[in-house]
Protein backbone atom coordinates (compact mmCIF):
# COMPACT_ATOMS: atom_id res chain seq x y z
CA UNK A 1 0.00 0.00 0.00
CA UNK A 2 2.79 2.59 0.96
CA UNK A 3 4.51 1.62 -2.39
CA UNK A 4 1.24 2.44 -4.38
CA UNK A 5 0.52 5.79 -2.82
CA UNK A 6 4.44 6.75 -3.70
CA UNK A 7 4.10 5.91 -6.76
CA UNK A 8 0.89 7.77 -7.29
CA UNK A 9 2.98 10.65 -5.60
CA UNK A 10 5.59 10.22 -8.31
CA UNK A 11 3.57 10.20 -11.20
CA UNK A 12 2.16 13.95 -9.99
CA UNK A 13 5.77 15.48 -9.27
CA UNK A 14 6.67 13.91 -12.83
CA UNK A 15 3.54 15.66 -14.34
CA UNK A 16 4.32 18.67 -13.07
CA UNK A 17 7.97 19.63 -13.62
CA UNK A 18 7.17 17.69 -17.50
CA UNK A 19 4.50 20.82 -17.75
CA UNK A 20 7.57 23.38 -16.02
CA UNK A 21 10.12 21.80 -18.56
CA UNK A 22 7.92 22.19 -21.09
CA UNK A 23 6.68 25.18 -20.66
CA UNK A 24 10.18 26.98 -20.45
CA UNK A 25 11.16 25.75 -23.53
CA UNK A 26 7.81 26.53 -25.30
CA UNK A 27 8.58 30.37 -24.33
CA UNK A 28 12.17 29.97 -24.75
CA UNK A 29 11.95 31.17 -20.99
CA UNK A 30 15.24 31.12 -19.16
CA UNK A 31 15.49 29.66 -16.15
CA UNK A 32 17.04 32.30 -14.29
CA UNK A 33 14.45 34.73 -15.70
CA UNK A 34 11.57 32.13 -14.20
CA UNK A 35 13.46 31.54 -10.97
CA UNK A 36 13.25 35.73 -10.56
CA UNK A 37 9.56 35.70 -11.70
CA UNK A 38 8.71 33.23 -9.04
CA UNK A 39 10.93 34.03 -6.23
CA UNK A 40 13.39 31.22 -5.86
CA UNK A 41 16.94 29.96 -6.51
CA UNK A 42 18.12 28.82 -10.08
CA UNK A 43 18.94 25.69 -8.28
CA UNK A 44 15.40 25.24 -7.44
CA UNK A 45 14.39 25.31 -10.64
CA UNK A 46 16.70 22.94 -12.15
CA UNK A 47 15.85 20.32 -9.34
CA UNK A 48 12.41 20.95 -9.83
CA UNK A 49 12.79 19.89 -13.61
CA UNK A 50 15.11 17.01 -13.09
CA UNK A 51 13.28 15.90 -10.09
CA UNK A 52 16.02 15.61 -7.93
CA UNK A 53 13.35 17.23 -5.14
CA UNK A 54 9.50 16.88 -4.62
CA UNK A 55 7.45 19.67 -6.81
CA UNK A 56 6.86 22.42 -4.28
CA UNK A 57 3.51 22.09 -2.04
CA UNK A 58 3.80 25.65 -0.84
CA UNK A 59 0.76 27.61 -1.64
CA UNK A 60 2.55 31.23 -2.78
CA UNK A 61 5.22 29.43 -4.84
CA UNK A 62 2.34 27.11 -6.89
CA UNK A 63 0.40 30.52 -7.62
CA UNK A 64 3.52 32.14 -8.64
CA UNK A 65 4.13 29.58 -10.69
CA UNK A 66 0.88 29.19 -11.89
CA UNK A 67 0.39 32.69 -12.50
CA UNK A 68 3.57 33.19 -15.06
CA UNK A 69 2.55 30.38 -16.95
CA UNK A 70 -0.95 31.77 -16.95
CA UNK A 71 -2.84 28.41 -15.90
CA UNK A 72 -4.69 28.20 -12.90
CA UNK A 73 -2.62 26.90 -10.03
CA UNK A 74 -5.35 23.68 -9.46
CA UNK A 75 -3.76 22.03 -12.13
CA UNK A 76 -0.69 21.23 -10.24
CA UNK A 77 -1.76 18.09 -8.55
CA UNK A 78 0.26 19.69 -5.54
CA UNK A 79 -1.45 22.65 -4.74
CA UNK A 80 -3.93 23.33 -1.96
CA UNK A 81 -5.84 25.85 -1.86
CA UNK A 82 -5.14 27.84 1.05
CA UNK A 83 -7.09 28.49 3.82
CA UNK A 84 -6.76 32.34 3.45
CA UNK A 85 -9.21 33.68 0.83
CA UNK A 86 -7.74 35.93 -2.32
CA UNK A 87 -9.07 38.72 -3.41
CA UNK A 88 -8.49 39.95 -6.80
CA UNK A 89 -9.71 43.31 -6.91
CA UNK A 90 -11.24 45.09 -9.63
CA UNK A 91 -8.13 46.60 -10.76
CA UNK A 92 -6.23 43.11 -10.93
CA UNK A 93 -8.59 42.28 -13.06
CA UNK A 94 -8.48 45.06 -15.47
CA UNK A 95 -4.72 45.17 -15.68
CA UNK A 96 -5.65 41.58 -16.41
CA UNK A 97 -7.94 42.38 -19.33
CA UNK A 98 -5.60 45.08 -20.72
CA UNK A 99 -2.96 42.65 -21.15
CA UNK A 100 -5.00 40.29 -22.81
CA UNK A 101 -6.53 42.88 -25.10
CA UNK A 102 -2.55 43.61 -26.06
CA UNK A 103 -2.19 39.86 -26.64
CA UNK A 104 0.56 39.99 -23.56
CA UNK A 105 1.24 36.48 -22.23
CA UNK A 106 2.53 37.29 -18.70
CA UNK A 107 5.86 35.89 -19.44
CA UNK A 108 5.68 38.96 -21.69
CA UNK A 109 4.76 41.00 -19.69
CA UNK A 110 6.77 40.54 -16.85
CA UNK A 111 9.72 40.62 -18.87
CA UNK A 112 9.07 44.48 -19.72
CA UNK A 113 9.67 44.94 -15.74
CA UNK A 114 13.08 45.48 -14.35
CA UNK A 115 13.74 41.69 -13.36
CA UNK A 116 13.74 42.98 -9.25
CA UNK A 117 10.20 44.15 -9.82
CA UNK A 118 8.74 41.13 -11.72
CA UNK A 119 7.88 38.96 -8.61
CA UNK A 120 5.98 42.14 -6.94
CA UNK A 121 4.30 41.92 -9.81
CA UNK A 122 3.34 38.11 -9.71
CA UNK A 123 1.93 38.70 -6.58
CA UNK A 124 -0.34 41.33 -7.62
CA UNK A 125 -1.43 39.58 -10.51
CA UNK A 126 -1.91 37.01 -8.13
CA UNK A 127 -3.78 38.66 -4.83
CA UNK A 128 -0.90 38.14 -2.67
CA UNK A 129 -0.10 42.02 -2.43
CA UNK A 130 -2.71 44.58 -3.50
CA UNK A 131 -2.53 47.23 -6.11
CA UNK A 132 -0.05 49.79 -5.67
CA UNK A 133 -1.29 53.24 -3.90
CA UNK A 134 1.44 55.28 -5.39
CA UNK A 135 0.55 56.30 -8.48
CA UNK A 136 4.13 56.58 -9.84
CA UNK A 137 4.31 52.73 -9.07
CA UNK A 138 0.79 52.35 -10.69
CA UNK A 139 1.77 54.08 -14.20
CA UNK A 140 4.12 51.98 -14.40
CA UNK A 141 2.43 48.83 -14.60
CA UNK A 142 -0.02 51.08 -16.91
CA UNK A 143 2.85 52.34 -19.06
CA UNK A 144 3.41 48.71 -20.00
CA UNK A 145 0.01 47.93 -21.15
CA UNK A 146 -0.08 51.48 -22.53
CA UNK A 147 -3.33 52.46 -20.29
CA UNK A 148 -3.71 56.34 -20.44
CA UNK A 149 -4.23 58.52 -17.33
CA UNK A 150 -7.10 59.33 -17.72
CA UNK A 151 -8.11 55.35 -17.69
CA UNK A 152 -6.52 54.47 -14.97
CA UNK A 153 -7.15 57.44 -12.57
CA UNK A 154 -10.66 55.72 -11.19
CA UNK A 155 -9.39 52.96 -10.41
CA UNK A 156 -6.62 54.68 -8.38
CA UNK A 157 -8.97 57.19 -6.75
CA UNK A 158 -10.74 53.69 -5.29
CA UNK A 159 -7.81 52.00 -3.80
CA UNK A 160 -6.95 55.19 -2.14
CA UNK A 161 -10.28 55.69 -0.80
CA UNK A 162 -10.18 52.08 -0.04
CA UNK A 163 -6.87 53.16 2.21
CA UNK A 164 -8.60 55.88 3.86
CA UNK A 165 -11.55 53.98 4.47
CA UNK A 166 -9.19 50.61 6.23
CA UNK A 167 -7.58 53.54 8.30
CA UNK A 168 -10.26 54.99 10.04
CA UNK A 169 -11.19 57.81 7.83
CA UNK A 170 -15.19 58.54 7.98
CA UNK A 171 -15.57 59.52 4.09
CA UNK A 172 -19.12 59.84 4.03
CA UNK A 173 -18.33 62.32 7.39
CA UNK A 174 -15.53 64.02 5.49
CA UNK A 175 -17.23 64.27 1.73
CA UNK A 176 -16.05 67.10 0.78
CA UNK A 177 -13.09 67.42 2.32
CA UNK A 178 -12.66 63.80 -0.26
CA UNK A 179 -14.14 65.12 -3.30
CA UNK A 180 -11.80 68.31 -2.72
CA UNK A 181 -8.98 66.17 -2.43
CA UNK A 182 -9.59 63.74 -5.11
CA UNK A 183 -10.47 66.68 -7.80
CA UNK A 184 -7.23 68.38 -7.17
CA UNK A 185 -5.57 65.35 -7.69
CA UNK A 186 -7.43 64.26 -10.63
CA UNK A 187 -6.62 67.60 -12.14
CA UNK A 188 -3.19 67.41 -11.43
CA UNK A 189 -2.41 63.59 -12.78
CA UNK A 190 -4.68 64.76 -16.06
CA UNK A 191 -2.06 67.58 -16.36
CA UNK A 192 0.93 64.93 -16.97
CA UNK A 193 1.42 63.67 -20.02
CA UNK A 194 1.07 59.86 -20.98
Not at 49 to 54: A, C, R, S, V, W
Not at 73 to 89: A, K, N, S, T
Request: net charge positive; charged share 30%; hydrophobic share 40%.
Amino acid sequence: MVTKNKDKNISKQIKSSTKLAQFLEKNALHKKDFAQMVGVTLSYVYNLIDDTIPFSTRSATLERIAVVMDIKPEEFPEYRIPQEPILIDDTVEFLKKKQNDLGFSTVQFLKAFPRKKRIEIVDILRGALPVPTDWNELKLIANVLQIPNKELYPYWEKRMKDVLRTSGVNLRENQELIDKMFACSEKYLMSKND
